[in-house]
DNA sequence: CCTAACATACCGTCCAGTCGGAATCTACGG
DNA sequence: CCGTAGATTCCGACTGGACGGTATGTTAGG
């Protein structure tokens, strides 16, 4: 095996574009913890797909975990804004559920590397990263049950099916996208969007 | 730090029960997997769990892969022989769905590391192994497909959702459940399995 | 010329898998 | 029933490599 020295990309000709690299190295990350998850994907390996060295990622980061929070971040940031934009435009419970869901899919499909990730490597966040993630996703879920609630007293909503149970199939349903999702061409995004919504609203049997 | 030396178990005062061993092993090794995944586990670790030695693990298992193909196939045999039952004991697809959907459910809080190893976990499978869990769930997958086929067919489920994504919400719901329920007593697995069922067949907007 | 932005060599640790041997079990001849 | 040879089951020290992180040197920008 040769030595592990390896040719960094040195960008144009001699030049620090700090923001550039720091990307680069989230992007790669991002990509090989979706592939191979966060203990399948060493250190040298995302320095590699970027084209740097080690020296530059430990100077971006403090560590390995510090990404894979980041990662976490961003995904969480993502769905909260979605779902603040839908509770202000849209009134009935029906509608903002409906729209919730069809959002949801489309944000699986459009990050579906962290999805992938955050899902599946969570457990490998400890300490403060950990306790922050928690606490942000126990918001989106209580907004959820929220609009669930709030179409059961409507007399929207089937009261007969307990509200963390619907609100917890129609997460599930969503996030589940990832596993099985590929944008082949075969099928659009907003089709399956629209599909899950009409199976969580309607249901599969004909009325 | 003292050597890595420990008391294995050295069973009811020097006999040896191989059966005994390996189903420790495995059930040491299931845990472990499902709470802190495969590459986050080390083969130390399940060895001392199950009160043995690295002796022992190599002489029972060819290597740590092998144990998480046999914890795969295990489950898969589970759920095919719940699908064979059901579609050998009901007609109607409405009812062969809602007995699949609750079935799953079931299985789920039943075999819950299973499932976390299964759908995590899936990655690190290479080669034969790997290939033959693909063959086997695409084999369930076409089963339900045709349920749901055969019910638009005979116009008893809603023509215009995509039968792949239908199925793929309810496998998707019934799969999540494993990353939520926990048997604490506020919540039955079948009251659990009857409102997902429900939400799948009927939906969640009163008619 | 000082600091940010890297590069590179290196360290301590951990870990999957190996190997020689010890303990135990089984089969069988006497 | 006894003895014993061979196979099975398990022990535990060991190896070679990989990996996260560090320390120190080098280069570019203000």
Redesign the interface.
Known sequence: MAPRTQTPRRKTRGSYDPEQTRQLLLDSALELFG???F??TSVQEIVERAQVTKGAFYHHFESKQDVLSLIHDEFLDVQREAIERILAEVDSP?EQ?REVIRESVLTVTRYRQHVAVF??ER??LTGRPAADVKRKRDKLDKAMDDI?IA?VEQ????A???P???V??V???????H??YREDGT?SAE??AD??A??????????
């Open positions: 592939d191979q998850g203990h399948g029906v559920l899902f599946q457990r490998y669930v179409g007399g929207l909503f089937d007969r099916i307990t963390r149970v619907a917890f199939g997460v599930g349903m969503s996030a589940w996208v596993q099985w099928m089709q399956v599909d899950l009409n199976l969580a609203l309607d249901g599969l049997v004909v009325r």
